[in-house]
């Protein structure tokens, strides 16, 4: 992927922040992974301290996208750990943006993947398989449908109606 700078898309696009069409999350999210800059079409996933459907997901071929993970702000268990991001790597996610935790920090950020969480925890989550796929989501004051597109970097997550030309 080519080097993308939220703060110049932003620069470039006023119209689209105008609009609503392209918005800026708040800066809640830590940054995890080897990969510092990602973007990919989003998939979106609602849960509650459960990540049967996060497995389930990114065991699927990513194909470039981003998992955007509405975990209802928890830092009560982790969503994503070592070995759901290592699979993600290997199936082709470009990112996975979590609205919760993330545990086994060490090996996600030996993982040539985009992570973003709240923090991290070492609980695991339960196992219920409760949750919604693919449903607008609404995490860090933005509302997010599936389909739309995410850029992110050190300066923070950009989302996009459509796909943007770097």
């Not at 510092?36 to 989003?42: C, D, N, T």
């Not at 607008?136 to 933005?142: E, K, L, V, W």
């Amino acid at each position: 992927m080519a080097a993308f700078a939220t703060a110049e898309a932003c620069d470039s696009n006023t119209a689209l922040l105008a609009s609503g069409e392209l918005r800026a999350l708040e800066p809640i999210f830590k940054i995890y992974g080897q990969r510092r800059s990602f973007s990919g079409p989003i998939v979106t996933l609602k849960v509650f301290e459960d990540n049967v459907l996060v497995r389930q997901l990114l065991e699927t071929r990513g194909e470039g996208r981003v998992l955007v993970i509405d975990g209802g702000g928890s830092k009560r268990c982790a969503l994503v750990g070592g070995n759901l991001a290592q699979s993600a790597q290997n199936m082709g996610w470009s990112g996975i943006v979590v609205n919760g935790c993330i545990r086994d920090v060490d090996e996600i950020n030996a993982c040539d993947i985009g992570v973003r969480a709240l923090g991290s925890n070492p609980l695991k989550s339960n196992k219920k398989a409760i949750g919604e796929k693919h449903i607008p989501i609404s995490i860090a004051g933005s509302l997010i449908r599936d389909g739309e597109w995410l850029y992110a970097d050190s300066d923070g997550i950009l989302i996009s109606k459509m796909e943007l030309s770097i």
